[in-house]
Every structure is written in C-alpha cells, then in structure tokens.
C-alpha cells in the first residue's frame, strides 16, 4: 500500500469513527503513516518542519486517536522512549531487535504462530493480541571489538524490559 492510498485509507477509516479532519490533523496523519517504525517526538520534530504552527500536544493528540483506531501500535523499542508502528494494512509480524545499535527487523514465522496458538488452546485462552520480541545483537555490532562496544554501551545504556518471565 503506498503512502497516498494509506492515508486515504486512514482518513477514510478516521472519519466513519467520527474523527474531524483538519488541515492540522492533515499533516500529522500523512507524516504518521509516512513512517514505519517512529518516537513521539521524532514525530512532532517532522511535523514542525512541515508546519511549525502545529503544537506538540495537537501532535500528541492525534497519535492517541490513531492509537485508539489501531492505525498504529505502541512499542517499548529502542530501551528509550515508546515506539509507535504503523501497524494499518500491514499483517502481523514480530520483531528482532538489536540492543546494540537499535536496529529492528520485523519478520514473519509460521512456526512462532502455530506454537503460540498450541499454548493458547492449551490454557484456554482466547488470544485477542500478542507481541514477540527477541533482543540480541545484529551481525554488524557482533563484529564490532569488545573495547568498542563497551564504549557505546557507556554513552547509550539499552534498558531491558522484560515483558514475561514464564517458568
């Protein structure tokens, strides 16, 4: 789907849930589904290049609307500030994630699916949502030295967060 046909497709969704449209509301949206994987704040900083009339809260604003009509996913990503994905028109995916440079990898696994639903059905759940998370390390900073990587993690410390211990 490209970016004008997701907008459209967003603005349509939008707007049968009773969201007004203004020329605000425009921009933050087009910018929103422009992106696949972004910070709040990386947000309002695009959105005040383009329009620097637009408050930060008009911003954060329309991130909760999209939020709540699942046009996009929060994420913790990044050991930093939440991450939001635009999620409309994509199939699930999970996500690999490196804790080094930050690089996220989303991918698709059949298996990973099949296992899931087997513990579902197995406790008798009803599964309305799930995400899948593995952190490591991509195959650029495993070459990286050892004295090197110490240095980054000194200037960037990744914050782990562990969603579920199951034992």
């Known amino acids: 789907m490209t970016g004008?046909?997701?907008?459209?497709?967003v603005e349509r969704l939008l707007r049968e849930k009773g969201v007004r449209f203004t020329g605000q509301r425009v921009v933050i949206v087009k910018r929103a589904v422009a992106y696949l994987h972004f910070t709040a704040e990386e947000l309002v900083k695009d959105?005040?290049?383009?329009?620097?009339?637009?408050?930060?809260?008009?911003?954060?604003?329309?991130?909760?609307?999209?939020l709540e009509a699942g046009v996009?996913?929060?994420h913790d990503f990044r050991y930093g500030p939440p991450n939001y994905e635009v999620t409309f028109g994509k199939s699930h995916h999970d996500h690999l994630m490196c804790i080094q440079c930050g690089e996220?990898?989303?991918?698709?696994?059949?298996?990973?699916?099949?296992?899931?639903?087997?513990v579902v059905k197995r406790f008798g759940y009803q599964?309305?949502?799930?995400?899948h998370k593995l952190y490591g390390l991509c195959r650029v900073c495993q070459k990286k030295s050892p004295?090197?990587?110490a240095a980054q993690s000194r200037?960037?410390?990744p914050h782990l967060h562990v969603e579920e211990i199951v034992v």
Do not use: C, W
């Open 72 to 74: 996009v996913e929060k």
């Open 104 to 118: 996220i990898i989303e991918f698709q696994e059949p298996r990973v699916e099949e296992l899931q639903d087997e």
């Open 47 to 66: 959105v005040r290049n383009a329009d620097s009339t637009i408050a930060r809260g008009t911003v954060y604003r329309t991130l909760a609307l999209l």
């Open 155 to 157: 200037a960037k410390r």
């Open 4 to 9: 004008i046909n997701r907008f459209a497709e």
């Open 147 to 149: 004295q090197k990587m």
């Open 127 to 131: 599964l309305l949502s799930h995400t």
